[in-house]
Every structure is written in structure tokens, then in C-alpha cells.
């Protein structure tokens, strides 16, 4: 372990390849994991799959706590941000780089690390983890070119920033935090909702209910302007119209597993700050309430 030790919390698809390319690059990294991941990733390590940046074996290390004075980056699921902030109390990090989507887990971060620097990033890129639990090690696969990093301006001298900067990883920097993270949520909110809610991929869901999709992009596009990122709902179907048709969200496979994974976190966060600006969001609503319904019809 040293001085600039980085600890990644949640070797996921997102943080175990993080973890990777920043083991790559050279830097002391350890993921934080719970103890049956843990001991597997320091028995086996993870192996990296990917069709721009190569394919490699990573022998990580691998920890159930986070080492006291690291920089942290924090890659969990929206479930598993209370739990990450715990095992940040106490720990006195550097500084504390949160790659999740959503608003409200910074809050949550914060709060147990008061006067500690606590910063909102987004990454983009289509990742995937199998083999966790199993014998051997977990492989992480990442499709495509897309492997992008955006992080506040105020954030961009960080040390885990120019640390991630040494990897294959696109490192940009887009105004304001909360620029940073309205910018993908208010297109990633649309594209997690409408494929969860049809259970079919983004070109069929943007055109199955033609004014259920244009009433939920104008929602959608009123609560990110409220919150300084001026948009329309025409802006957010060009992008959402731009992207593979087969194209399906991490939300909606969740839904089709049972669950209701990053539902509250993602269309929920949007629902929370649309009312504290008086935005009504019938539409909205009634989408969540339909999923959140999925989750709990029994089977057909």
C-alpha cells in the first residue's frame, strides 16, 4: 500500500474495469467488496474483455474496508449507496469520486463525510460482469468505443483525475456538478423508463405511445432546465433517437429480474426536483407507478 493508494468501492462491470485500467496505468489499486467477492478477486483476480482497449488479467486486490487516507472512487449500484457510505466513515479519504447515476446519493456520501471533498462524475460506456460468486476469476466486458468520464470543472485537478487520465478512459470535464450529472440523467432517466416500461428496446419504445413519450420528455426536459441545463423534449428525442434501436437500459433488466434496481434512483431523483421547482409530472408518474407494478405482477 502506498501514499496515493486508490480504493475502487463496488468491483462491479463499471468499477471493476475502472479498477483495471487504473492497475494498468500503473497505480496501487484495491477494490472493496463484501467478503464473498473480496476473497474471490484476491484468490483469482478479474479478468478484462474489450473490443478497443485489449484484453487482459487483472490481480487485484481486494479488501472489505476501505483503507484509511486513499482516494476513493465509489461505483455501486443505487442499492448499495448507504452501505458504501458507511464504510467511508471514518476512513478520512483524500477526496471521494462518485461514478453513480442519479442525485441523491451524494447527499448520502456527505453526510458521512462532513468537510470532506465529495464529487459527482458521470462515465458512459457499455459494460457487463459475469462469474461473480463463481469459482475462478469474474470477467468484465466492455462493447464498443465509448469509455467516457465527465467530471465538474471545479473537480478537474483531482487526484483521481489525472490518475484516470493515465488510462484508456476519455476524461471531460462539464461545467457545474450539477451540469454533469443532468446532462445524462435527463436523457438516461427517458431511456431507462420507456425501455423498462415497454420491455423492448429504445426505437420501439420511443414510438410505441407516441404522446405518453412526447408528455414524458417534456417533463423530463422541464425539470433539467429548472435545474440549469436548459432542455426541450424535442432535444432529448433527437438524442434518444440517435442511439442502436435494440438498444435496452441496466434498469429494465433489472425490472425483467424482479427488481426494482435504480427505478427510485433514477426516475425518482427526477420526480423529487421537478416538484421542489412546482413541475408537475403526471406522466412521470404514472410511469413509475406502471414499472414499479411489473415488479410485483406474478408471472404470466
Known amino acids: 500500500m502506498t501514499d496515493n493508494l486508490i480504493a475502487v468501492i463496488g468491483p462491479g462491470a463499471i468499477g471493476g474495469l475502472v479498477a483495471a485500467m487504473l ?26 474483455q474489450t473490443d478497443e482497449f ?20 465509489v461505483a455501486v449500484k443505487a442499492e ?17 469520486l462518485s461514478l453513480l447515476n442519479g442525485l441523491d446519493h451524494l447527499d448520502v456520501l456527505r453526510a458521512e463525510l462532513p468537510g470532506g471533498r465529495v464529487v459527482g462524475a458521470t462515465i458512459a460506456g457499455e ?29 478537474a485537478q483531482l487526484g483521481l483525475v489525472a490518475a484516470l487520465r493515465d488510462t484508456p478512459i476519455e476524461i471531460l470535464t462539464g461545467g457545474t456538478e450539477a451540469e454533469v450529472l443532468w446532462k445524462k440523467l435527463r436523457f438516461l432517466a427517458p431511456l431507462a423508463l420507456l425501455t423498462s416500461a415497454w420491455a423492448t428496446g429504445i426505437g420501439d419504445a420511443l414510438t410505441r405511445d407516441p404522446d405518453l413519450t412526447a408528455g414524458l420528455l417534456a417533463e423530463v426536459a422541464a425539470a433539467a432546465t429548472a435545474e440549469g441545463v436548459p432542455t426541450t423534449g ?13 438498444m435496452r437500459s441496466s434498469l429494465q433488466a433489472d425490472i425483467e429480474a424482479g427488481h426494482e434496481g435504480e427505478l427510485d434512483a433514477i426516475g425518482g431523483a427526477v420526480r423529487r426536483r421537478a416538484a421542489a421547482h412546482g ?22
Open 234 to 246: 424535442q432535444d432529448l428525442h433527437g438524442i434518444l433517437g440517435s442511439f442502436p434501436a435494440p
Open 80 to 96: 448499495g449507496v448507504e452501505d458504501a457510505a458507511r464504510l467511508l466513515a471514518g476512513t478520512a479519504p483524500v477526496e471521494v
Open 23 to 48: 492497475q494498468q496505468a500503473g497505480h496501487d489499486v484495491v477494490v472493496v467488496a463484501r467478503e464473498k467477492t473480496a476473497r474471490q478477486i484476491t484468490e483469482h483476480g478479474m479478468d478484462v
Open 127 to 155: 459494460t457487463l460482469r459475469t462469474g461473480a460468486g463463481s469459482f475462478g476469476p469474474s470477467l468484465v466486458r466492455h462493447r464498443g468505443t465509448l469509455l467516457r468520464v465527465v467530471v465538474p470543472d471545479d473537480a
Open 279 to 300: 413541475i408537475p409530472t403526471p406522466i412521470l408518474d404514472d410511469v413509475i407507478k406502471r414499472i414499479s407494478a411489473r415488479v410485483t405482477e406474478p408471472p404470466a
Open 54 to 73: 485489449g484484453t487482459w488479467h487483472a490481480p487485484l486486490a481486494a479488501a472489505t474496508e476501505v483503507p484509511h487516507g486513499a482516494r476513493v472512487v
